[in-house]
C-alpha cells in the first residue's frame, strides 16, 4: 500500500539559511499534519491541513510556514534556521472523514540538522 | 486539555516473553481515540493498534492488544511473545473529537528486548 512520502530525508543547512521540507500524503487523504521531534523527545504538533485550509495551528515557530497544493502535497518552509531547529520532522495524513477513530500515517521524516 | 501519561522511561523484556506498556490519559471529551505507535532507532513511525473510546471490547492487532480501562483512564499496550526486533521507543497517543483532531503524544517508553 502507498505510504506518506517525505523529500529529503537527510537535510544538513547552515545557521540562517532556509530549508524546504516536502511531503506527499497517502492517495485520497485528506489532511496533513506536520510533528517536530526533537533528540529524545516526543512528536510535537505543528501545523495541519484539511482540504488546503489550515485547520490547526500548534507550537510552530513565526520563522516556519507550510502550505497544502491542489495536489494535495504539502511543504514545510522554514527560514533564519537555528541550531535548535535540528530535529526530525514527519508529516502524516488522516482520511478525516473517519475523525478521531482514524490513525495518522507517519512518513519516515526528514532529518534536519543545522550547522 | 488532553494529556497521555507514560511513567516508564524504560523496560527490559526477556525474548519470548509478555510486557505491558503503561498509559495513561486525561480528556474532557467523551469521544476520542487511544493509539499506540512504535519508532525504531531508525526513526520511523509505525503505527500499531488503536481504541476507541465506545469499544466495548479490548483491540488486538497480531501479537499487540490493548488492556483499555475506561473507567481509570488507561489504556496498556501488552506485547506477547517479545521479539528481538520489539525493541524501540513505543509512544502512546490520543485523538479527540473536539475542534482540533491532532494526534497527542506522551513521552514514550523504551523497550530493549533481552536474548
Not at chain 1, 54 to 68: C, E, N, T, V, Y
Not at chain 1, 109 to 114: D, Q, S
Not at chain 2, 32 to 51: C, D, H, R, T, V
Request: aromatic share 12%; hydrophobic share 30%; charged share 15%.
Amino acid at each position: 500500500a502507498a505510504g506518506v512520502i517525505q523529500s529529503p530525508r537527510h537535510l544538513i543547512k547552515e545557521k540562517r539559511e532556509t530549508a524546504t521540507l516536502k511531503c506527499y500524503p497517502i492517495p485520497r487523504h485528506d489532511t496533513v499534519y506536520w510533528y517536530q521531534q526533537g533528540p529524545g523527545q516526543d512528536p510535537q504538533f505543528l501545523i495541519s491541513f484539511y482540504e488546503k485550509m489550515q485547520s490547526d495551528k500548534g507550537s510552530i515557530p513565526d520563522r516556519f510556514s507550510a502550505q497544502q497544493f491542489s495536489d494535495y502535497h504539502s511543504e514545510l518552509n522554514m527560514s533564519s534556521l537555528e541550531l535548535g531547529d535540528s530535529a526530525l520532522y514527519f508529516c502524516a495524513s488522516s482520511l478525516e472523514g473517519q475523525g478521531f477513530n482514524s490513525p495518522l500515517h507517519f512518513g519516515n521524516g526528514t532529518r534536519l540538522t543545522v550547522t | 486539555a488532553q494529556k497521555i501519561t507514560q511513567t516508564q522511561p524504560g523496560m527490559f523484556v526477556q525474548e519470548k516473553e509478555a510486557v505491558t506498556l503503561d498509559c495513561t490519559y486525561d480528556t474532557s471529551d467523551p469521544s476520542y481515540g487511544l493509539f499506540w505507535y512504535k519508532q525504531p532507532s531508525s526513526g520511523e513511525m509505525i503505527f500499531l493498534i488503536y481504541q476507541g473510546s465506545y469499544d466495548q471490547q479490548n483491540a488486538t492487532e497480531g501479537r499487540y492488544s490493548l488492556n483499555f480501562q475506561k473507567a481509570r483512564k488507561s489504556a496498556n499496550l501488552v506485547i506477547s511473545a517479545s521479539q528481538l526486533g520489539d525493541s524501540a521507543m513505543y509512544f502512546c497517543a490520543m485523538r479527540a473529537s473536539g475542534a482540533t483532531n491532532k494526534l497527542i503524544f506522551g513521552t514514550g517508553t523504551l523497550l530493549a528486548v533481552q536474548p
